[in-house]
């Protein structure tokens, strides 16, 4: 079992207001990801963080932000949500591998409906 | 950048058979090629790997094939059973030094009975 949680599972709330998706890791790996699955399946990363006071945007476009203050840490926010923002949100993680190989290990998810 | 390209995109099989999914990627420099199997209401998770310095491998029922010359690389899974339905992505790593990891569209496999 991977050792790497989302909060909340399921989460339904209107539009305009400020959400933010909790996921931690108790492994100690220095990286960290958030990626966008669609109803098509498609996993699509939006943010990435190489360890503690890093942050990237990944290959898609979001409104979204991150931060990442503590190793274990590593929340998205939305501070103002929008249908278009409907979807499912994976949170994951993996050791730093130099050449770019290494498992990632995916949290549960979080599924954000905003009416 | 990387790109990745799957088929099937949804797979019916009868329990025993076997499943074949396909994916060819576009960057010659990548070397690193993961399969992810996705449960309803779970997150990926890793099921088998290869690396570009190996043509094939296999672990119980399930293997995998890398052609770098062609780049596509497989998976193979055969005796089926109805716990394999399940949502199946395959992965390439980029090329570059962020070196991220470039997911196929998915293949829903399902087993069955």
């Known amino acids: 079992e991977a050792d790497i949680y989302q909060t909340p599972r399921y989460l339904v709330i209107g539009t305009g207001k400020k959400i933010t998706l909790e996921c931690s890791q108790t492994?100690?790996?220095?990286?960290m990801y958030w990626y966008q699955q669609d109803p098509g399946m498609e996993l699509h990363l939006i943010h990435y963080?190489?360890?503690?006071?890093?942050?990237e945007k990944g290959d898609l476009s979001s409104e979204s932000t991150v931060s990442r203050i503590r190793t274990e840490h590593f929340p998205l926010t939305l501070e103002s949500a929008r249908p278009s923002h409907t979807s499912q949100y994976l949170c994951?993680?993996?050791?730093?591998?130099?050449?770019?190989?290494?498992?990632?290990?995916f949290g549960e998810g979080s599924r954000l409906t905003v009416l | 950048g990387e790109n990745v390209e799957q088929h099937p995109s949804t797979l019916s099989v009868q329990e025993g058979d076997s499943a074949v999914i396909k994916c060819t990627y576009s960057?010659?420099?990548?070397?690193?090629f993961p399969w992810y199997k996705q449960e309803l209401g779970k997150g990926p998770q890793l099921i088998i790997d290869?690396?570009?310095?190996?043509g094939e491998k296999k672990d119980q029922r399930i293997a995998v094939t890398l052609n770098k010359t062609a780049k596509h690389f497989s998976l193979h899974i055969t005796e089926t059973q109805p716990e394999d339905s399940a949502v199946y992505f395959c992965?390439?790593?980029?090329?570059?030094?962020?070196?991220?990891?470039?997911f196929g569209s998915g293949t829903q496999l399902t087993v069955l009975p």
């Open positions: 994951a993680s993996s050791e730093l591998a130099g050449d770019g190989t290494g498992e990632l290990f």
């Open positions: 492994m100690g790996h220095d990286k």
């Open positions: 963080s190489y360890g503690v006071n890093s942050t």
């Open positions: 960057d010659s420099a990548s070397n690193y």
């Open positions: 290869i690396r570009s310095n190996v």
């Open positions: 992965a390439a790593s980029g090329a570059g030094s962020a070196r991220q990891l470039t």
